[in-house]
């Protein structure tokens, strides 16, 4: 079978087309067809290796892995031990440890899947798993952001962000988008009521408050942040530097005891019942993915590159294969 993998860290240029064996399922195993697969923000931080925690299990090189952490696909197979699927279900959802999905065939154990709506199109399936349920915790889950809160969103031009922009509104709070000035009025069509250009305004430095601030980058320091949060709200950081992460660990305490304010990093840990929780929002019909480009599966690196360089609106997806 065909797959897309990487064996050196470093630009989508690194990505090529190789073949290997198709897998076989154990016995707790379902064999899926991959029909769409799209990109998320760790598949950037795996192809870099960067931040240091990315190269857990390949120090010094990765060892020909393959990104792709959301799929959308066809059960070909199940084991003897597998009752929640059969042959025929159409799924989707994250793989384990975020990777693997660029390739004709997965197999995995289904836990992290769920059967994927009639509504929904195979490629807008994969476009929700990762994005939908950062934004779903960032939004509702680790916040419960109501009617007339000020919500700003950091990288609300991406796939996450114009998940978390239609949340928002969705729970009627007024909400400040910030990316670059490419995606200003994506995210204005998103619903956002106020853009932010963060080349010409640092939304941390120009006075403004803010009951919930997700922040998908998480480069600031806590104490600069702090500042941008009114009084009883909370700052929620996605990834970040490593020296982020550790300065929001041991700093988080401190601010909340002093200022009442919660300033800290969103784990979000991988489940299907995030997913499928998120995915009710999509089929109702208040949340939609938006949908960049799908690229044709021997041009996965060109989509990659695309959301790289930043110029994305919303999600990269690739056609893996027809059904």
Not at 40 to 60: H, T, W
Not at 96 to 125: I, M, N, Q, W
Not at 177 to 204: C, E, P, S, T, W
Not at 253 to 275: A, C, F, P, S, W
Request: proline share 4%; charged share 25%.
């Amino acid at each position: 079978m065909d797959v897309i993998v990487f064996d050196k860290y470093g630009s989508a240029d690194n990505l090529y087309v190789t073949q290997r064996e198709k897998p076989v399922p154990t016995a707790d195993q379902i064999l899926i067809k991959v029909v769409a697969a799209s990109f998320n923000g760790s598949d950037k931080e795996m192809l870099r290796g960067s931040p240091f925690y990315a190269r857990i299990g390949g120090f010094v090189r990765p060892k020909s892995w393959v990104l792709g952490s959301d799929i959308a696909g066809v059960v070909k197979a199940v084991g003897p031990d597998v009752t929640r699927f059969k042959v025929g279900d159409e799924v989707f959802g994250e793989m384990p440890g975020y990777r693997g999905g660029l390739a004709e065939y997965v197999c995995v154990d289904g836990a992290l899947l769920a059967h994927k709506p009639a509504e929904l199109s195979f490629t807008d399936a994969a476009a929700i798993p990762q994005a939908g349920t950062i934004a779903f915790n960032g939004i509702i889950k680790q916040t419960s952001v109501s009617a007339g809160q000020q919500v700003l969103i950091n990288g609300a031009g991406g796939a996450g962000g114009s998940f978390a922009i239609q949340l928002a509104k969705h729970f009627g709070a007024e909400v400040t988008g910030v990316d670059n000035g490419q995606k200003l009025d994506f995210m204005r069509a998103m619903g956002a009521d106020h853009v932010i250009n963060y080349k010409k305004d640092d939304f941390a430095q120009n006075g403004k408050q803010y009951d919930v601030i997700l922040d998908l980058f998480g480069t600031r320091a806590p104490r600069t942040v702090e500042k941008s949060v009114a009084a009883g709200g909370t700052y929620l950081a996605v990834g970040g530097p490593v020296r982020r992460i550790l300065q929001l660990f041991m700093q988080s305490g401190r601010i909340k005891n002093e200022t009442g304010k919660r300033v800290e990093m969103m784990g979000v840990d991988q489940n299907r019942e995030d997913l499928v929780e998120f995915s009710r929002f999509v089929v109702d019909g208040p949340v939609k993915p938006a949908i960049d480009q799908v690229y044709p599966f021997e041009q996965a690196a060109e989509g990659l590159r695309r959301m790289l360089d930043g110029e994305a609106l919303g999600k990269i997806v690739v056609q893996v294969s027809d059904l």
